[in-house]
């Protein structure tokens, strides 16, 4: 019998679909059947990506966030709850077997209110257990408990951190001969303008900037492109080192190849404070509170880490999904965390506050 199911996307930023990119193959190699509901950016964002050539579209839930910052208030007034509401409602379920949601909000608050199964499947998922994370953030950890909700989770980490949560779901990469000089920049928060600035002092590197704009273009050492996924990976793989702010999947990806990471988590952004605690608990990165050229300087003259030889998670997940029982998750994270050896040892004694003075 083939399993029907509807796989709800979360748009703001691009780690769900960086996510979902490698877990549809994998799915449908399993014999799943898949529509997908995209929310949480405007609808002609979309536009361009190579993943669906079908999807239901809603507007969603989403953050404000304006030169690297969340702005709270803004975020209220934006997001328009009565449509949300509505979205919910009036969502069509009859068919779907399934709901996965990678925390997109419709679809898992939808499965909820019809008493439909739903399984979430998200870094955001990890943070049910007990792993690194910073202080306070009460109204942050409420939402983020309450934003998709389901009944089934599937958390992603870098490290498992003693808890039943998998490795990161990411592409496989090949370690190609790696330019010393090369740095590649994804700060899609921050103004580009700031960016540059940033940057533009450190001539002996060439930084390959990836940003939002119509057309590429150079000012000096510093290349600016449009954002596109081959090209982008094409230089990751090339880079000697990433400077982004703290999303979970372009770090996945640093770790998985050894690079070097300098990293600015969006002031204010729960997740990506903690992710910045994750990574300095692991000795991975070397974290920026705001862009300083000191900070750059110094990681610039750091050397490489050992990559992580993560396993092939989306194929695992895919056919635990489709397993008759399936196995309780905390067997399906220790099988996965059994198959390779990590390298780095988390330090327990870290505690809750980003170290500003660590370099890793």
Known sequence: MTLTVLYGIQ???????ARARCLIPALRAAGVELRFLLSGRDQDQFKDNDLFEHYEYRKGLTMEIKS??????????????????????????????????????VTAWAAKLRGKSCIAISHQSAFEHDIPRVKGFIFSRLIMKLFAPAKVS???????????????IIEQHENKEVDSNLILVYMGFEKLE???NFLSPFTDFRFMVFARVERGFSQGNIRVNPISHD???KNLERCSGVICNTGFELSSECLQLGKKLLTKPINGQYEQLCNAIALQ??????????????????????????PIDYPDVAQAVAEWLVETPRRPVSSLADSLWSSFENPYVYDEDFGDEISRELLC
Not at 70 to 76: G, Q
Not at 78 to 104: A, C, G, M, P, R
Not at 283 to 306: I, N, S
Request: charged content about 20%; proline content about 5%.
């Open 11 to 17: 748009g703001t930023g691009n780690g769900h679909l």
């Open 68 to 105: 690297g910052k969340v702005h709270p208030l803004e975020t209220l007034v934006k997001n328009d709850n009565i449509q949300f509401f509505k979205d919910v409602v009036s969502l069509d379920l009859t068919n779907i077997d399934l709901v996965i949601s990678d925390f997109e909000p």
């Open 154 to 168: 599937l958390g992603v980490h870098w490290h498992h951190f003693n808890q039943p949560i998998l490795p990161p």
């Open 194 to 196: 700031d960016v540059i």
């Open 231 to 233: 090209e982008f990976h």
């Open 281 to 306: 608990s692991l000795g991975r990165a070397t974290v920026m509170q705001t862009l300083e050229q000191d900070k750059l300087a110094a990681w610039l003259k750091l050397g490489g880490h050992k």
